[in-house]
């Protein structure tokens, strides 16, 4: 969903070849393909370390959206120095910030 927008405005799209014989990503794109893949593989446990940390808080708004409808029905464990991107943990069943 966030990430099929910046895909489709490549040249080439879904067919772009990224890295370092291809295009070079932003930092928020890079996020947000990552983000994509997590969906794709169906996992129902996520590891995300930092994922924000990089990011102006515009970019970091947009990556959050994403991670909200990644993160449900999943266990999450999330590694992050911005309270912003814990907003809504919960343990148990209860918010914890």
Known sequence: MHAHTFISSFEKGYETQVGRAGLA???EQ???LSVARAVLSNA????????????????????QEALDIL????????IARRLSLI???????????
């Open 87 to 97: 907003r809504n943990a919960n343990y148990g069943g209860r918010t914890a910030c």
């Open 71 to 78: 993160r449900l029905g999943r266990s999450t464990i999330i």
């Open 25 to 27: 990503l932003t930092e």
């Open 44 to 63: 129902s446990i996520l590891l995300l370390d930092e994922v924000t940390g990089s990011l102006d808080f515009e970019a970091e708004g947009a990556v």
């Open 30 to 32: 890079k996020i947000k």
